[in-house]
């Protein structure tokens, strides 16, 4: 009986663990070498910290808006930031505790260092104390991930300059702070500061907030915050700013002043590929140092492959396990390639965003004839029901073969409901299809069948003029 096939991973993200345990349960002896935290940065200071704490921020806004519908509240509603912090911290440690106990499980041996490739089978990897040991494989995975950008202009000092890293672990709410960038990360920070009582101002180069997204969430969002009393300057740079007494003065290029307590850089994203040996074994990066993958995941070095964000592929979370999957597959000598044409993404402002495919303007422009369905949040007994009526869906078909190629959802538990629509594009469903399945009621997900009924003018609950 031969031995099990060896594999390192380099990276314990969520592509790196994910492609880890993959790889063992298909039989392989694997070894995971980081220098971090198991968990990566989704885990440990992105997605799930932000989430725990967008929670209680949205909890308590519920809250206050439910006195109006019957609930008794004694006294104001506050937020202690130092306990929502302390839940978070309980949280992560959690969660990276109960992927060690999956390690042990599947006998994955994790080593703490920095992994370097020294040929296409052999990691170096330094450890903490200086150590030195080399490790050898027949496969090799790199998933180090992105990092926050250290840009010369926005020097991080962890004080008054911040990175959602440190943002995620103040214990004081900032009278007021700019957020620079309107991507998802400043939106969603936007939304957590503004509901924790700072006043916010979000600077954004370009025309618009979520650059990406369809033209009918980004409406709403825009709308929505300004209700919260978010200032949003709008294809507006900083030009010159300086921290003084421990608060910024910027200058924004439309002449504005504004002075607050922190600033926020949530500009971009930096993948972690130098420094891994890449150069020596002859692995192929682009331009932005992204390593370069085929399908399979696997480099430009047979045997060697990347996953997750240091491929610049799609740099989400869920993407990079997906990735990590495919690469382990493949490296165990299954083949199995990745699709990039139906992703769910999940932005997790207040209120929620879900979508998946194709906006109406990409759809134009990749020369479909785009034909568009939309339901409010409002028109549906249970969005009525539990105090959400803010939002919309919104599906786009092709004209002539009417199958789904985007489905947009901004309102409550949107970044949910959106898989639906994606399991719909995955099988290749017309909106006929899912007009015409069951929906349950009282439930959020009646606004997709809604939506898929509008496209031919049949929705049962919103008005529209008889053709």
Not at 242 to 255: D, K, N
Not at 290 to 309: F, K, N, Q, R
Request: aromatic share 4%; net charge negative; hydrophobic share 40%.
């Amino acid at each position: 009986m031969s031995s099990p096939k060896r594999m390192i991973i380099i990276g314990a993200g969520p592509g790196g663990y994910v492609a880890a345990i993959r790889a063992a349960q298909l039989g392989a002896q694997v070894t995971v070498v980081e220098e971090q935290a198991v968990g990566g940065v989704c885990l440990n200071w992105g997605c799930i910290p932000s989430k725990t704490l967008l929670n209680l921020v949205d909890l308590g806004e519920r809250a206050r808006h439910a006195e109006a519908w019957g609930l008794t509240v004694e006294g104001p509603i506050g937020f202690d930031l130092k306990r929502m912090i302390s839940r978070k911290n309980e949280v992560v440690a959690s969660l990276v505790k109960g992927i060690a106990t999956l390690f042990k499980q599947w006998k994955i041996q994790h080593v703490a260092g920095r992994g370097e490739l020294v040929s296409d089978r052999q990691v170096l990897v330094t450890h903490v104390d200086g150590a030195t040991n080399l490790l050898e494989s027949e496969a090799i995975v790199v998933a180090t991930g992105s990092s926050w950008p250290q840009l010369p202009q926005f020097p991080i000092d962890g004080h008054t300059v911040l990175s959602s890293k440190e943002a995620l672990d103040l214990t004081d709410i900032p009278r007021s702070i700019i957020i620079v960038g309107g991507g998802v990360e400043g939106c969603e920070f936007a939304c957590l500061f503004s509901g924790l009582g700072s006043q916010v101002t979000l600077v954004e180069m370009l025309p618009t907030l979520l650059s990406m997204e369809d033209d009918d969430t980004v409406a709403i969002l825009t709308r929505e915050f300004k209700k919260r009393k978010i200032q949003l300057a709008l294809n507006t740079t900083i030009q010159d700013w300086q921290s003084t007494a421990g608060r910024i003065h910027a200058t924004l290029s439309s002449g504005q002043a504004v002075v607050a307590e922190k600033m926020l850089i949530s500009v971009g994203r930096r993948m972690n590929s130098p420094g891994l040996g890449l150069e020596t074994v002859g692995v192929q990066t682009g331009s932005r140092e992204e390593i370069l993958v085929d399908d399979h995941m696997e480099t430009s070095v047979p045997g060697v492959y990347a996953v997750g964000d240091v491929t610049g592929k799609s740099m989400l979370a869920h993407v990079a396990s997906a990735q990590g999957k495919v690469a382990a597959a493949n490296a165990m000598g299954i083949t199995q390639s990745i699709n990039y044409e139906v992703i769910p993404a999940g932005i997790f402002t207040l209120p929620e965003i879900g979508r998946v495919g194709l906006t109406e303007k990409q759809a134009s422009e990749q020369g479909f004839q785009p034909t568009v369905g939309r339901f409010r949040y409002g028109g549906l007994g249970k969005a009525q029901a539990v105090g959400e009526t803010t939002g919309q869906f919104k599906i786009i078909a092709d004209e002539q073969s009417k199958k789904i190629i985007g489905v947009h959802i901004i309102g409550a538990h949107a970044a949910d409901l959106i898989h639906e629509g994606a399991l719909a594009m995955q099988g290749g469903l017309t909106v006929q299809d899912v007009a015409h399945m069951i929906h349950a009621h009282p439930t959020l997900s009646e606004g997709l069948m809604e939506a898929a009924e509008d496209i031919d003018g049949l929705a049962i609950h919103q008005a529209r003029k008889r053709t």
